[in-house]
Nanobody
Framework: QVQLVESGGGLVQPGGSLRLSCAAS????????MNWYRQAPGKQRELVAA???????TYVDSVKGRFTISRDNAKNAVYLQMISLKPEDTAVYYCNAPQSWYPFANYWGQGTQVTVSS
């Protein structure tokens, strides 16, 4: 069982920055790939950034060059550094831990709101 708790969301002006954090429970955090998703009102949840257990990263095209995902296995944490924020980045951001071994559980945090507005 893994519990995920996000923090760091808030209201920021266009062009501003935020750093989201996701704290995970469990002693085998290092074995999980970790994802950040977001869901804007009226839209489907989309994968924003992913980091493998070995540290390889991928991003959706719309955030490349602006968002950086990282992890600290010693702290059981994953982060999403966001710069040059745009109004279209407004969404609830979710931390996700998909289990790649049996029973292939899929863990989610409760989400943190990011609002980019002047």
């Amino acid at each position: 069982q893994v519990q995920l708790v996000e923090s760091g969301g808030g209201l920021v002006q266009p062009g501003g920055s935020l750093r989201l954090s996701c704290a995970a429970s469990g002693s085998i955090f290092r074995m999980y790939a970790m994802n950040w998703y977001r869901q804007a009102p009226g839209k489907q949840r989309e994968l924003v950034a992913a980091i493998t257990s070995s540290g390889s990263t991928t991003y959706v095209d719309s955030v490349k060059g602006r968002f950086t995902i990282s992890r600290d296995n010693a702290k059981n944490a994953v982060y999403l550094q966001m710069i040059s924020l745009k109004p279209e980045d407004t969404a609830v951001y979710y931390c996700n831990a998909p289990q790649s071994w049996y029973p292939f559980a899929n863990y989610w945090g409760q989400g943190t709101q990011v609002t980019v507005s002047s």
